[in-house]
Structures are given as structure tokens and as C-alpha cells.
């Protein structure tokens, strides 16, 4: 079931919030430049302060688009069904690290390369903007009860 437009909100997220909704998700989007023409690839990733870390295949083209490039960086969950969820973006100049010390450094942060690669190295993103927002259903008070047990009452249309 679809959900009508007038019984969503839309909520312009602040920096923290986006920031700690980022941590709840295991997969990111990076968008990036090749051949002129944008890009995006699925990525898993970690947070560590300011800092986004994509483990990757070394030599793949999102590795050479992202040298000292900046780049965005997209993460969101959503329930299709209610078109409600949030989306969070951020954009900011990236690098490469390859440095064997750093690799390992990163790596006991545990996360995994979304594609299988025997020798990978990290893309950093240095978050200089931040962006997000939540779509959410809108409750209604049904005969001017607004919650029952805690739980918010909702009018749904016909």
C-alpha cells in the first residue's frame, strides 16, 4: 500500500543526527567522476572521526577517480512499501591509502570489501558537508486519543 503525500513529513536532518544514522548502515554509495560522466558504486564502509574509510580492490577505477577528487558519499534505509525512510549525504575531498601500516590499521575496524579482492586498499573521504533528511508517516489523533499504550494512532485513508 502506498502511502498519500499529506500523511508524510519531511525533516531536514542536522549534522549529528546524520552522522550517527550513517553508523546504523552497512553499505554506502560513492559517486565519483570517470570519463567526465558521473559514477556510483555500492561500498561498504566505516565512520571514524570525520572520516569516511571505503575498503577497496586496488586498481579498480574508483581508486584512480578518487585520488585528491572530491567526492560524495550517499547511505539511506527506507520501507518502500510506506515511502517513508531517510537519506544521508556527504561530500568532501578524498585519498588514497595504501600504506601497508595504515591498511591493517584500518582493517581491524573490520570492515570488509563489498566486492572480493585479495589486495585492497582504503578511499578516505574527508566529510566537508553534511546533508539528510527522514521521511516519515504523519500521526493523526483518532478521536482525539493521540497514543494508546504508547504507540501512535494513526487515521489511515480508505
Avoid at 502511502?3 to 536532518?13: G, K, S
Avoid at 570492515?111 to 578516505?124: K, T
Wanted: glycine fraction near 10%; hydrophobic fraction near 45%.
Amino acid at each position: 500500500m502506498s502511502t498519500p503525500r499529506e500523511d508524510r513529513d519531511i525533516e531536514v536532518l542536522g549534522e549529528a543526527e546524520c552522522l550517527a544514522l550513517m553508523g546504523t548502515v552497512p553499505l554506502g554509495r560513492i559517486v565519483f567522476t570517470e570519463g567526465a560522466l558521473p559514477a556510483v558504486q555500492p561500498v561498504t564502509f566505516v565512520l571514524v572521526g570525520g572520516e569516511v574509510f571505503i575498503p577497496t580492490k586496488r586498481g579498480a577505477k574508483v581508486v584512480a577517480a578518487s585520488r585528491g577528487a572530491v567526492v560524495a558519499f550517499e547511505v539511506d534505509d527506507f520501507d518502500a512499501a510506506s515511502r517513508t525512510g531517510w537519506n544521508v549525504t556527504v561530500v568532501g575531498a578524498s585519498r588514497v591509502i595504501s600504506d601497508p601500516g595504515e591498511v591493517a590499521r584500518l582493517d581491524r575496524l573490520g570492515v570488509q570489501p563489498w566486492a572480493p579482492s585479495d589486495a585492497h586498499c582504503y578511499i578516505g573521504i574527508q566529510i566537508r558537508v553534511v546533508g539528510g533528511r527522514r521521511i516519515s508517516r504523519r500521526y493523526v489523533p483518532v478521536d482525539g486519543v493521540p497514543f494508546i499504550d504508547g504507540t501512535p494512532r494513526t487515521v489511515l485513508p480508505a
